[in-house]
């Protein structure tokens, strides 16, 4: 027995039955083993919970060569995220659940925010756009999993579950833009759309960031005009 093997069992009975399924009990099950031995190496589920979590942070992989700048850092944190979290969508639950951080979890932020910082972020900023794609990486990948699993359920199934009581509403002509919006191909949450929004995130975050350097240097510019020494006329400006 050993607290490498512990993590391992429970993430894997995540992976299998999902975040619910995660016990002392049951993994002591799976390892044939007692939970008051399981005890000996985590104190509690919370403990065994943020265990599970960083194993997950230790699988960040980081690309082999350097970050050029902030954007091309965001974007692999980003396509990272979303990597681990298609493997792992229930570890989303323990992300949003305010989880202690464990030392993965603490090595890879301090890299993350080390290379931001080099390129220009300060701290509150970097933060901020980390925290944002945080928020969009959960709710694209939520998008994800539950269309794979539209997919994997029964035609029957999906025609018991027509929207009857909106087809009547919108057949009454008052809501024609809704209409044409559901007349639209749907846009699947795939590798494109993935891309498209975090182009769209990057984008914003670099609108913002320009923004606030224009606001500094006109701000610096009036406070060096306030600054300026006043030139008294001279008294021989209009010949005494």
């Known amino acids: ?27 002591a099950a799976e390892l044939g083993s007692s939970p008051m031995a399981l005890y000996h190496y985590v104190a509690s589920k ?30 692999h944190f980003a396509r990272e995220s979303r990597r681990s979290l298609k493997r792992h969508p229930w570890a989303s639950a323990l992300r949003t659940a305010d989880p202690e951080y464990g030392p993965e979890c603490i090595r890879t932020l301090e890299c993350l925010l080390a290379e931001l910082s080099e390129f220009g972020l300060g701290m509150r900023t970097a933060t901020r756009a980390l925290g944002v794609l945080f928020v969009f990486v959960n709710g ?27 087809s009547a509403v919108l057949a009454t002509g008052k809501f024609p833009n809704v209409t044409r919006f559901l007349a639209m191909e749907a846009e699947l949450p795939d590798d494109d759309g993935f891309e498209r929004a975090l182009n769209w995130i990057l984008d914003g975050i670099d609108a913002d960031l320009a923004a606030h350097v224009r606001t500094a240097t006109a701000k610096r510019q009036i406070a060096n005009k306030r600054k300026a020494p006043k030139h008294e006329p001279s008294q021989f400006a209009h010949g005494g």
């Open 140 to 166: 694209f990948v939520a998008a994800e999993t539950a269309h794979a699993g539209m997919r994997r359920s029964k035609t029957g199934r999906r025609a018991a579950n027509r929207p009857r009581f909106s």
């Open 46 to 75: 919370r403990d065994l919970l943020n265990l599970i979590l960083d194993a997950l942070n230790a699988d960040f992989v980081w690309p082999a060569a350097r970050f050029t700048d902030w954007r091309s850092t965001l974007s």
């Open 1 to 27: 027995m050993s607290l490498e093997r512990i993590v391992a069992a429970g993430i894997a009975l995540a992976d299998r039955h999902g975040l619910e399924a995660v016990s002392i009990r049951r993994i």
